[in-house]
């Protein structure tokens, strides 16, 4: 991960409270559009996209950090997301993958 990505992204970084009082299903909508799991399918190997969220050694162990990676997903990728739309992400791995309170 670039250094300046991070920044941003800990600048940037929607609420613990914000991914909460987010839509999921919306989230899930932004996932299929941008086809994040295409990407997550050349990066984890597998073949498997989604397989990157459930592996034993993922980066990710808090709300506020998956807020945070969706963050930096969309910066480096630059899907155009709003806050408000990476809220409604992170809501959407929380509920389908994650499963943090």
Not at 45 to 74: E, F, M, P
Not at 79 to 98: C, I, K, M, S
């Amino acid at each position: 991960m670039k250094p300046n990505a991070l920044l941003l992204a800990a600048c940037c970084c929607v609420p613990a409270a914000a991914v909460q009082a987010a839509d999921p299903a919306k989230g899930g909508e932004l996932v299929v559009e941008a086809q994040c799991e295409s990407c997550h399918d050349d990066r984890y190997g597998g073949g498997d996209g989604s397989q990157i969220y459930l592996r034993k050694d993922r980066r990710v162990n808090s709300l506020t950090q998956l807020a945070t990676q969706v963050s930096v997903c969309n910066s480096q990728l630059n899907t155009g997301w709003f806050p408000e739309d990476e809220a409604h992400v992170a809501a959407y791995l929380n509920q389908r993958y994650y499963k943090f309170k």
